[in-house]
């Protein structure tokens, strides 16, 4: 051990320890052997990436375009796993769904020259995706199509309504509207191929062009005023229709129970009279005291003064001379 080398650094030595034995080299590896095995594992891997790369699936809510060399040779609409031919077709996809499209905005007149904002929006969806692909392109294309029809047939339809019509539904033709502008649109779309249905056009919104809102304002206030004023000159006129009635009812109802009272009043007094009749004709003397008697509360009073002869009736009936 030399001295001056660290203690750490000194192999201790191990009389007990075996020997070390020195690795054999290995052979190569014979990939001659493994060809057929590489080989074929290489096509398995690219025939099942391509059988992966070209299998498309079909699902219920939607168009299979499969073209070959940029031309339709097929539309799939049945759901499933489909195939295509490698390298040769492509395949795209259509909505098999209904839609809703949102038409911009447009300006009108209608038939009494008033200008309003009307903001529609359709339901729609695709019929036949070849006659879409053939004569609008693509879905984009087949909308603005649509669009342009709704604008026009709209405009047509309320161009021939006059604007109290169009906003009030109680006096317009308000209800069939939409379903005359829906039937129009289909015409027009058929007509033309492009592929596609509308279920149904609705307008959302009918507005006035700012400039002119305040004044149409205006004069709705004023003809709704003129309106309750006629409600109200009825109303006045029917109440004082019904008070004159009322009125002429009372009076002939008054008129008959008068009548009536009269005719009972008389037949009442015609029966007293016959009851005094039978009654003072059983005492003829006492009937003529009776009367007399009468006649006195008839003409004497508190203050009174009566000044008769000797021989006067009431003369003899005050002293006591009844004979």
Known sequence: MEPNKPLDEVKKYN??????KKKEPKDPIDFKKYWKLIVGLTIAFAVLLIVLTNVYVVKESEYRVVRQFGEVVKIQEEPGIKMKIPFIQSVTTLPNYQM??????????????KRIIIDNY????????????????????????????IYSVVRTELGQLNYDEIINDENSSRGSLNDNVTAKVNELLEKDQYGIRVMDVR???????????QS?????????DSTAQDYLSQGDAKKREIEAQADREAQEVIATARKEAALIQAEGESEA????????????????????LESYKKTIGDDTVIILPSDSPYADILSGNFE
């Open 15 to 20: 009389p007990y320890a075996k020997p070390k």
């Open 100 to 113: 809703t499209y949102d038409v911009s905005e447009a300006e009108i007149n209608t038939k009494d020259k």
């Open 122 to 149: 359709a339901v729609w969806h695709v019929v036949n995706p070849l006659d879409l692909i053939s004569n609008a392109g693509t879905i984009v294309n087949a909308e603005s199509r649509m669009e342009e029809f």
């Open 203 to 213: 307008i959302k919104r009918t507005d006035l062009p700012e400039e002119n809102e």
């Open 216 to 224: 149409v304002y205006t004069r709705m206030i004023s003809e709704r």
């Open 273 to 292: 009279a016959k009851i005094y009749n039978q009654s003072f004709s059983k005492d003829p003397e006492f009937y003529e005291l009776y009367r007399s």
